[in-house]
């Protein structure tokens, strides 16, 4: 059994209230999170929790660069996703997400492989009065029913970049549009994208090399 099926609902949500405050991220200050306010004792924490079973970081926790990035283009271009449906894939807190239901999707789909994600969207969307199809499970190469994937900050990670890069190919080529937004990540395939905006982006200087990062947003294919 895995991992996120051995966890409990609720004590993935008594884990998230205990271990968070509600925050506005820096560049979506219209969108409210429950977010960490001590990155390293968060993970440290989580580490603890769940070394017996395996669950990867509290990357929930965060509002990370390329998510912001994301967001704010979602917000201030409603058109991009007004009427259509949605999938934020690695949603993570659902920052991007609860932007695009926000700016008018017809349907939006969260989607992370951590069960803390899943109740963290779900504590936020409510936050934010959205409604949310959230779903705990790995999407990557199989078929999407959605006209908009979206993907903040998913190209930090070399084997999830290398597994990412043909299911994108493929979803773009069979008719998706699929925005990234990315803060210069080491694996972002920029030879695939074709720039759509920039940010400067306020973030969480425990976890990155600065305390703004220049993001942009992408959108996937020449």
Not at 179 to 185: F, H, K, N
Not at 198 to 222: C, I, N, S
């Amino acid at each position: 059994m895995s991992a996120a099926l051995r966890l409990a609902p609720e004590r993935a949500r008594r884990f998230v209230l205990d271990n968070t405050a509600v925050h506005a991220p820096p560049h979506v200050p219209e969108i409210r999170l429950r977010l960490a306010d001590e990155a390293h004792d968060l993970w440290r924490r989580t580490e603890e929790e769940l070394a017996e079973i395996g669950l990867p970081p509290p990357f929930w926790a965060f509002a990370w660069a390329g998510g912001q990035g994301l967001a704010r283009f979602v917000l201030d271009h409603p058109a991009k996703v007004k009427g259509k449906r949605v999938l934020d894939f690695a949603s993570g807190s659902g920052l991007v997400a609860i932007a695009a239901a926000l700016a008018g999707a017809a349907g939006v789909a969260a989607v992370d492989i951590d069960p803390f994600a899943g109740e963290a969207m779900a504590l936020n969307a409510a936050l934010n009065g959205v409604s949310l199809d959230i779903r705990v499970e790995d999407r990557v190469g199989a078929p999407v029913a959605a006209d908009l994937l979206l993907a903040g900050d998913v190209f930090f990670d070399r084997a999830m970049a290398a597994a990412i890069l043909p299911w994108f190919d493929g979803l773009a080529a069979a008719g998706t549009t699929i925005l990234v937004g990315d803060p210069g990540r080491a694996y972002l395939p920029k030879d695939r994208l074709v720039r759509m905006a920039e940010y400067q982006v306020p973030v969480t200087r425990a976890l990155e090399d600065a305390e703004v990062k220049r993001t942009t947003v992408w959108r996937w294919g020449r």
